[in-house]
Each structure stands twice: as structure tokens, then as C-alpha cells.
């Protein structure tokens, strides 16, 4: 069994879906972790998303692996793991830009295809429910409002001691994101037809957690 669950950035995505995999005993796959390891690669080559036919020939031979690793997820790079290298405004801001060229997007689509057909997966992403696994069994579309997910960003900022965080650049920020994510030409995130909405901006996490959960089990 496949469940997708997609969503602009900030909606709350991966930390759902790891609920929603460790009740169920289904794998977790994070596909944005993916794109992330490509920008990685672009960025330390100092390759620039601008020119497809650039980015294409430097990464035809680069190799992006998932691996288990205690449970967790840990993104391979040409061999070595880059886990540790995902999570900074850089790297999203890169794997945004760069997930809209086809070679790019070709490069991780059998990756991903290959994990659901092996395994019950809950995948998150922008494109899951409309491109990857059009016959997931469940599809979620989670999103909040933009002045929600920046104030929960905010939030995390300052709880990991960041000084300076500013909430209305990350608001601006969230914007311009989603703005590149929903406007690209190929593979845009929106809504598949036959997904369920649900707006996480006025529901704690347990609640949004639980309402997929039951989603799911019903549908088994
Ligand atoms: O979910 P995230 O912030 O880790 O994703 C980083 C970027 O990768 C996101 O801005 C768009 C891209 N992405 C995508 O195009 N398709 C996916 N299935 C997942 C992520």
C-alpha cells in the first residue's frame, strides 16, 4: 500500500508522514531529501540551475542511493552520506530550482518508483500523488497558510537558539518557494483530483497525524 502525502514547504510533511509510517509499519520516503542531494552536488561544484544542459551533463554520472539506517532515512551522494548536509535554506532554495528541469526530475523518478513498488511506502514530496504514484491508494494534499507555516519555522528558529530570525523574510521566503514550486512547467505541486485536503493551520500534529492514520486504515 502507497500513500502520498504533498504539500508546499513548512506545511509539516515530514514530520506527519514519519507518524503516519511508524504507526502503520509502512517506509518513510522523504523525496525532497533527494532533490536536496542534487543541489548539494550542484552547489559544491558550483554548478548553476540556470543552464539544463550544464546541469544535465554534471550530473549524468552522479548516483543518489537511500539507505536504512536505523530506521532513518539517510541520503547517499556518489557513495558518501550527505544526511547531514540537507537541512540549510541554501540547499532548499537549490533543490528548488533545480527540481524544475526534466534531467533532474528523471534522474530520482525510478529511484522513487522503484521504493513504492517494493515496499508499503508513505512518500512525501510535490508531485507524488499527481506523477509518481498516480495509483497510491491514499493521497493527501497538506498544506497551511503561508503566515502559519512561516510562524512555525519562526518558532523552530528560535528554539534551536537562532538568533535574528526574522519572520517576515521567512514568510517572503515561504512565498517565493512556493511561487517556483507551483509555477514550474513540469511536474508543478498541486492538488491530484482525487486527494484529500487537509489544512494543518488551525490542527495540532497529533490531530493531523490521527486523521491520516484513520484515513488509512479504512482504506487498507
Ligand atoms: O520538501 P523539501 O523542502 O525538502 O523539498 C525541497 C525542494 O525539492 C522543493 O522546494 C521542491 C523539490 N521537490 C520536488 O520538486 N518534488 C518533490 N517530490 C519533492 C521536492
Known amino acids: 500500500m502507497n500513500i502520498a502525502i504533498d504539500g508546499p514547504a513548512g506545511a509539516g510533511k515530514s514530520t506527519i508522514a514519519k507518524m503516519v509510517a511508524r504507526e502503520l509499519g509502512f517506509i518513510y520516503v522523504d523525496t525532497g531529501a533527494m532533490y536536496r542531494a542534487i543541489a548539494v552536488y550542484l552547489t559544491e561544484h558550483g554548478v548553476s540551475p540556470e543552464n539544463e544542459k550544464i546541469v544535465a551533463d554534471s550530473i549524468s554520472d552522479i548516483t543518489v542511493e537511500i539507505r536504512y539506517e536505523n530506521d532513518i532515512q539517510m541520503l547517499y551522494l556518489n ?78 528558529l528560535v528554539g534551536k537558539g537562532e538568533i535574528g530570525a526574522d519572520l517576515a523574510k521567512i514568510e517572503k521566503d515561504i512565498a517565493l518557494r512556493d511561487k517556483q514550486d507551483m509555477e514550474r512547467k513540469i511536474a508543478p505541486l498541486r492538488m491530484a483530483r482525487d486527494a484529500v485536503l487537509v489544512d494543518s493551520s488551525l490542527m495540532g500534529i497529533d490531530e493531523v497525524a490521527e486523521t491520516i492514520i484513520r484515513l488509512a486504515k479504512e482504506r487498507r
Open 79 to 156: 557513495g558518501e552520506n550527505v544526511t547531514g548536509k540537507l537541512r540549510t535554506e541554501e540547499v532548499g532554495n537549490m533543490a528548488s530550482k533545480a527540481s524544475a528541469l526534466p534531467c533532474v526530475r528523471e534522474k530520482l523518478l525510478s529511484l522513487q518508483r522503484n521504493l513504492a513498488e517494493t515496499n508499503d511506502v508513505v512518500m512525501d514530496g510535490r508531485d507524488i500523488g499527481t506523477n509518481i504514484l498516480p495509483n497510491a491508494k491514499l493521497k493527501i494534499y497538506l498544506t497551511a497558510s503561508i503566515a502559519v507555516r512561516a510562524k512555525r519555522r519562526y518558532d523552530e
